[in-house]
Antibody, heavy 118, light 108 residues
Framework: EVQLVQSGAAVRKPGESLKISCKTS????????IGWVRQMPGKGLEWMAI????????KYSPSFQGQVTISADRSANIVYLQWSSLKASDTAMYFC???????????WGQGTPVTVSS | DIPMTQSPSSLSAYVGDSVTITCRAG??????VTWYQQKPGKAPKVLIY???SLQSGVPSRFVGSKSGFLYTLTINSLQPDDFATYYC??????????FGQGTKVEIK
């Protein structure tokens, strides 16, 4: 069974850094694209970035390029999303998701709420 | 990028009604469409994949179909547990992951 387990809720001040994680199991980590989706309060799903752990290739939404960094640790089967300087507008729920095989859609983590407030 | 135009943005219905949600793709995406249900504070859940295949464990009242570039999710005989927000997504391209705008189904 594919499982994606995300790190817990985070509270930071504007300007602080943050790295959230998503530990995976139940499949060959290197073989599937995996990424992050943002959901701001009361809003829809926004794709942020993906990484292919097999060769560390990354793709970013233009809206998030330069704002966040996605990375993958193949030795631990974990994908990360990090910010170097948070803004209040980064307050949201963040989901990791794996691009499943063929046409099966995404497998999702449970979500990590991030609150940025002074 | 391949846009996915979802409508309506919200609808109200009674328990027992049938409702239809549509997503129009900006080009041919060869049935690479997934429908999700999301409840507040929870991750999206796959209902339908490959445009019309029912995910294991999902009730058969959820039906996916396609006509040309128009993909449809029909919920037959709405149940109280079905009041949620629904999203379509195209997975034809590796990136970007394109989602519809979402449809909130509310109790009338």
């Amino acid at each position: 069974e594919v499982q994606l387990v995300q790190s817990g809720a985070a509270v930071r001040k504007p300007g602080e850094s943050l790295k959230i994680s998503c530990k995976t199991s139940g499949y060959t980590f290197s073989d599937f694209w995996i990424g992050w989706v943002r959901q701001m309060p009361g809003k829809g799903l926004e794709w942020m970035a993906i990484v292919y752990p097999g060769d560390s290739d990354t793709k970013y939404s233009p809206s998030f390029q330069g704002q966040v960094t996605i990375s993958a640790d193949r030795s631990a089967n974990i994908v990360y999303l990090q910010w170097s300087s948070l803004k209040a507008s980064d307050t949201a729920m963040y989901f990791c998701a794996r691009h499943g095989p063929h046409k099966t859609g995404l497998d999702w983590g449970q979500g990590t709420p991030v609150t940025v407030s002074s | 990028d391949i846009p996915m135009t979802q409508s309506p943005s919200s609808l109200s219905a009674y328990v027992g009604d049938s409702v239809t949600i549509t997503c129009r793709a900006g080009q041919n995406i060869a049935d690479y469409v997934t429908w999700y249900q999301q409840k507040p504070g929870k991750a999206p859940k796959v209902l339908i994949y490959a445009a019309s295949s029912l995910q294991s464990g999902v009730p058969s009242r959820f039906v996916g179909s396609k006509s040309g570039f128009l993909y449809t999710l029909t919920i037959n005989s709405l149940q109280p547990d079905d009041f949620a927000t629904y999203y379509c997504q195209q997975t034809y391209t590796t990136a970007p992951w394109t989602f519809g705008q979402g449809t909130k189904v509310e109790i009338k």
